[in-house]
C-alpha cells in the first residue's frame, strides 16, 4: 500500500529557531501534498496545498512567511516553521495524493508534534 | 464552501454492541467523495472506509459500514460488533473529486468499554 512518512516525529526547538519537517511518499510520485495542523482533541485544519514544481497554495489566514513550503521533487515536501514561538506548539500531519493513479484518498503520514520553548 | 459537522463530541459503547456515528456536510459540488477516518492514541490517520458520491450503494469494510443518504447530505458510520481497539477519534472527512483536499469534521471521540 502507499506509504507516507513524516520525519521527525517529534521535535523540541527554542524560541526564534527555525525548524524543518520533511514529508515522503515511499512507493508512489506524490503529485499534491497536503500540510496540516491539529491542535489537542480538535480537528485537521489545512495549512496548506503544496504540488511539485510550483508554489504552494496557502488558506486564508496562514502566514505564507512564517510556514514555508517546498515541493521540489515527487516524493518529497518540507515545512519549515521559521522564527517559531511557543504558540506554533502543535501537531502537523501531512498527506500525500498519488496523481497518475486513480486512487481518490490521500496517505497521512505518521505527524510530526512540535514544541517551542 | 464545504462544510462538515459530526454533532457527537463523544460516545461510548459496550464491546461487542453497534454504536452509529453521525455525519453531516454542505456542499453544491456534485462529484464529490466522503470518508470516515480513525485516529487512536498515536495520531496516526488510519483510512476506515470511503464512499464515492456517484454510488448509491453504501460501503461496507468488514464491521464498517455508511449510510449515506445524498438527498439528505448526511453519512454516518456504523460500527459492529465494538471492540476495545475500536476506541479512537473517528473523522468524517469530504473531498471534491478534483480538489483533492479534505475537509474534516470536529471529530467524535469513541470509547469501547469491557
Known amino acids: 500500500g502507499a506509504v507516507v512518512s513524516q520525519h521527525p516525529s517529534w521535535v523540541i526547538c527554542k524560541s526564534g529557531t527555525s525548524v524543518k519537517i520533511e514529508c515522503r511518499s515511499l512507493?508512489?510520485?506524490?503529485?499534491?501534498m497536503f500540510w496540516y495542523r491539529q491542535f489537542p482533541k480538535q480537528s485537521l485544519m489545512l495549512m496548506a496545498t503544496s504540488n511539485e514544481g510550483s508554489k504552494a497554495t496557502y488558506e486564508q489566514g496562514v502566514e505564507k512567511d512564517k510556514f514555508l513550503i517546498n515541493h521540489a521533487s515527487l516524493t518529497l515536501s518540507t515545512l519549515t516553521v521559521t522564527s517559531a514561538h511557543p504558540e506554533d506548539s502543535s501537531f502537523y500531519i501531512c498527506?500525500?495524493?498519488?496523481?497518475?493513479?486513480?486512487?481518490?484518498?490521500?496517505?497521512f503520514g505518521q505527524g510530526t508534534r512540535l514544541t517551542v520553548v | 464552501a464545504q462544510t462538515v459537522t459530526q454533532s457527537q463530541p463523544e460516545m461510548s459503547v459496550q464491546e461487542a454492541e453497534t454504536v452509529t456515528l453521525s455525519c453531516t456536510y454542505d456542499t453544491s459540488e456534485n462529484n464529490y467523495y466522503l470518508f470516515w477516518y480513525k485516529q487512536p492514541p498515536s495520531r496516526q490517520m488510519i483510512l476506515v472506509i470511503r464512499q464515492e458520491a456517484y454510488k448509491q450503494q453504501n460501503a461496507t469494510e468488514n464491521r464498517f459500514s455508511v449510510n449515506f443518504q445524498k438527498a439528505a447530505k448526511s453519512f454516518s458510520l456504523k460500527i459492529s460488533d465494538s471492540q476495545l481497539g475500536d476506541t479512537a477519534m473517528y473523522f468524517c472527512?469530504?473531498?471534491?473529486?478534483?480538489?483533492?483536499?479534505?475537509?474534516f469534521g470536529d471529530g467524535t471521540t469513541l470509547t469501547v468499554k469491557p
Open positions: 512507493d508512489f510520485q506524490a503529485t499534491t
Open positions: 472527512a469530504f473531498m471534491i473529486e478534483w480538489a483533492g483536499k479534505s475537509t
Open positions: 498527506s500525500a495524493r498519488d496523481g497518475f493513479q486513480t486512487s481518490t484518498e490521500a496517505f
